[in-house]
């Protein structure tokens, strides 16, 4: 039971098989009529322009950043979000950017956040070219932003001429869990990316979306960062296929995490709280346990996951976790805790 990330996931049988069928051509010639159908769909489901298929969700925040960018600009970001995080310093490296970095609710900044901790205009301060913000929190136990509050920021910046990136990873799990269309989201953002590689359960890719114009440079730094592929139609196909039936049963996977919340709450009072559960993470406290050591034991059991810290675990659901794995899971978890 592989808790560690829901990057985990393995291909179905029907993506595979849509993958196999996939009619391709030479992508960097545009000539690839998969990818192009994918870009296409995932343009017109977020109401904008045009859209672009990159290998990964790291790249697509780094192309988004050199796009709306230039060297010694300031980008705004929650301290623990991802591209802070996880993504190596390539935004400092590739972008040649600064981040100025605010503590957040769950991950989360807000206007008042934002506005408290703006820069004054004019020397010798950067520019504040850009805020970036995380769709679900990763750190932030996946809670959801929620259109107000990115609507609210929208407002701030457009006073300010700066940009939004909204960090989509996983914001099929937050329409999911809201109820709320794509283009609602898509209309906000100056740009957006999301991942087909997480809880959507294709095997690679992240997708770019914004007007033509921020695509069509978006496009020139996939090609400079190495990201231009030819018959990526393989690829495309398992994006379209995760489209068309993983989103829905996202849901499931929501459930499957507030199961396991419920039950190491119950069986080990304070190490976990269901109303925190907002989508498909979890986060533990272990309590007098080392993190790494409860991983460790877990890992003996079968139950796979990772620690956040010293004192805290990270759950993550997903496709390949049923209800019984979750429920399993959460009592390994709670064996181990209660020891």
């Known amino acids: 039971m592989d808790l560690r990330s829901d990057t985990v996931t393995r291909p179905t049988d029907d993506m595979r098989a849509a993958m196999a069928a996939a009619e391709v051509g030479d992508d960097v010639y545009g000539e690839d009529p998969t990818v192009n159908h994918l870009q296409e769909h995932v343009a017109t489901l977020f109401g904008r322009e045009a859209a672009l298929f990159v290998p990964s969700g790291v790249m697509a925040n780094v192309v988004s950043v050199c796009v709306h960018t230039s060297p010694g600009d300031e980008v705004v970001v929650e301290r623990n979000g991802h591209s802070v995080a996880y993504e190596d310093g390539a935004p400092a490296a590739v972008a040649g950017v600064q981040y100025l970095t605010i503590e ?33 929190t990763n750190r932030g136990g996946g809670a959801v932003y929620g259109l107000d509050r990115l609507r609210a920021i929208r407002d701030l910046l ?107 709450a119950d069986r080990v009072p304070g190490s976990a709280d269901p109303d925190l559960v907002d989508t498909n993470i979890v986060f533990v406290s272990t309590g007098d346990h080392l993190a790494a050591a409860v991983a460790t034991a877990a890992a003996d059991d079968g139950v796979l996951f990772g620690p956040a810290d010293g004192s805290t675990i990270r759950l993550v659901t997903h496709l390949d976790v049923d209800a019984a794995g979750a429920e399993r899971a959460a009592h390994v978890i709670a064996d181990l805790l209660a020891d």
């Open 104 to 136: 957040g609710d769950r991950g989360r900044l807000d206007a008042d956040r934002i506005a408290a901790a703006w820069r004054p205009a004019g020397w010798p301060y950067p520019t504040t070219a850009l805020v970036s913000v995380e769709e679900t």
């Open 158 to 264: 457009d006073t300010r001429g700066t940009r939004l990136h909204l960090d989509g990873a996983r914001i099929f799990n937050a329409m999911v869990a809201t109820g709320v269309a794509p283009a609602d989201y898509g209309s906000i953002p100056t740009s957006l990316n999301f991942c087909l590689s997480k809880g959507l359960g294709a095997p690679v890719g992240s997708v770019i979306v914004g007007d033509a114009d921020f695509v069509d440079e978006a496009r020139r730094w996939r090609r400079r960062l190495g990201g231009a592929m030819r018959q990526a139609g393989v690829l495309a196909a398992a994006g379209l296929h995760a489209l068309e039936h993983h989103v829905d049963r996202l849901a499931d996977d929501h459930g499957n995490a507030r199961t396991i919340a419920e039950v190491l």
